[in-house]
């Protein structure tokens, strides 16, 4: 069946970098995107950006630009958010999820969500 | 960016019950409208999408519509499982925004 497995929980101190990975299984990983949305603890999900795993190309929501890059590896069916500059209000669970190449469209499945945990 | 906006954003039911949750959009985005469940320390689920089309395997008794700017979840008789939060998402434009979510407690 179609999986989005995360990587696991993540403490960083602030200034630090991360990079999450979305290993994708049961279908044509290159035939499809992988969108990434962040929630903050106890408020509503926010959609950072999208990578064409087919083609590479990315796009970032503006609040998510200069500090946050999206890449994928086709050959390990893996996408990668990166984050770099972190400060505490970075802290939030992040989600993949598997969205069309073509620009909109839903997601699903999602993956499990990659808690990441920004404290001194 | 479109702003989308859910109400009620808590309400409280029993199982059997007929609820809906509506969700506007700032501005026009045609059908492209997404409803998503989420459940404590889960990942969202797509319900609906498009507006109005079931997913491949969520229960017939959830259904949306809606276009244009006013759209609506309804599950027609309530389920224990089904106590979770709701969320909307726009799929109209980049960046691609969510509702603020509707909880939807037993009574």
């Known amino acids: 069946q179609v999986q989005l497995a995360q990587s696991g929980a993540e403490v960083k101190k602030p200034g630090a970098s991360v990079k999450l990975s979305c290993k994708a299984s049961g279908y044509t990983f290159t035939h499809y995107a992988i969108h990434w949305v962040r929630q903050a603890p106890g408020q509503r999900l926010e959609w950072m950006g999208w990578i064409n795993a087919g083609n590479g190309n990315t796009q970032l929501s503006q609040n998510f630009q200069g500090r946050f890059t999206i890449t994928r590896d086709s050959s390990a069916n893996t996408a990668y958010m990166e984050l770099s500059s972190l400060r505490s209000e970075d802290t939030a669970v992040y989600y993949c999820?598997?969205?069309?190449?073509?620009?909109?469209?839903?997601?699903?499945?999602w993956g499990q969500g990659t808690l990441v945990t920004v404290s001194s | 960016d479109i702003q989308m906006t859910q109400s009620p954003s808590s309400l409280s039911a029993s199982v059997g019950d007929r609820v809906s949750i509506t969700c506007r959009a700032s501005q026009s985005i045609s059908s492209d409208l997404n409803w998503y469940q989420q459940k404590p320390g889960k990942a969202p689920k797509l319900l609906i999408y498009a507006a109005s089309r079931l997913q491949s395997g969520v229960p017939s008794r959830f259904s949306g519509s809606g276009s244009g700017t006013d759209f609506t979840l309804t599950i027609s008789s309530l389920q224990p499982e089904d106590f979770a939060t709701y969320y909307c998402q726009q799929s109209y434009s980049s960046p691609y925004t969510f509702g603020q979510g509707s909880t939807l407690e037993i009574k």
């Open positions: 999820a598997r969205g069309s190449v073509v620009a909109g469209g839903w997601f699903d499945p």
